[in-house]
């Protein structure tokens, strides 16, 4: 405890190492005055902690605000090109449509039609429903054409290179056409298939339709 001339050895024990381990060196000096003075060393040493304790407060304040602020800057940084690039992203989007949009053909319910240079082309494949790894009987029919050109078939994906995958077909009547084929299930389970029609010497048309897997 605290004595009226000096402090107890007791106490000065027991602030000896917080002293130490708290206080600049040139603030040990004006402690170890203080010893012989209980009036001065008791505001000096609640003043020296209060000290510690507010750099150490500022400090870790600042540390969450270092941290805090990089968090912002990153957030920031991957967000505003997204916010930025909305219009060209809703333009990429509009141009680049999903294959399902696409379709214009319910090929599982019955032949499809398109009008094409003054010529009705019907296109219709057996047997349904259509699937994906079966044989295919693919049949087109040509209305308002005379002495048309055998056409052909060319099956491939939206947006995909599959390859050729061509099916020939052959008169079997006037203006009907048909021919064998298969339809491959594609590794992405994506089932939208466009039959390309090609008529010689006149041009092409498209079926955009769905197969089952």
Not at 33 to 52: C, E, G, M, Q, V
Not at 65 to 79: D, E, P, Q, S, T
Not at 131 to 150: Q, Y
Not at 192 to 197: G, H, L, N, Q, R
Request: glycine share 8%; net charge positive; with cysteine.
């Amino acid at each position: 405890m605290l004595h009226s001339g000096r402090l107890s050895s007791t106490t000065s024990e027991i602030f000896d190492p917080i002293i130490k381990a708290n206080v600049r060196s040139d603030q040990k000096v004006h402690i170890r005055i203080a010893w012989s003075n209980p009036d001065l060393y008791k505001p000096l040493i609640r003043s020296t902690l209060w000290d510690k304790f507010m750099n150490q407060g500022v400090k870790r304040m600042l540390d969450r605000f270092r941290i805090y602020a990089w968090k912002f800057l990153v957030l920031i940084v991957v967000c505003l090109p997204m916010v930025v690039n909305q219009g060209a992203l809703r333009e990429v989007m509009a141009a680049d449509p999903s294959p399902e949009s696409l379709i214009n053909c319910d090929i599982q319910q019955g032949p499809c039609r398109k009008e094409f240079s003054g010529m009705t082309v019907t296109l219709d494949i057996h047997p349904k429903p259509v699937k994906a790894m079966k044989d295919l009987k693919f049949e087109v029919t040509v209305s308002g054409g005379k002495g048309t050109t055998a056409p052909y078939i060319d099956l491939g994906m939206p947006g995909m290179n599959m390859g050729p995958n061509r099916v020939e077909l052959r008169r079997v009547k006037d203006n009907v056409f048909e021919g064998q084929g298969i339809i491959v299930r594609c590794p992405s389970g994506r089932r939208t298939w466009i039959a390309t029609v090609t008529l010689p010497e006149v041009g092409k048309v498209e079926f955009v339709f769905d197969v089952i897997y």
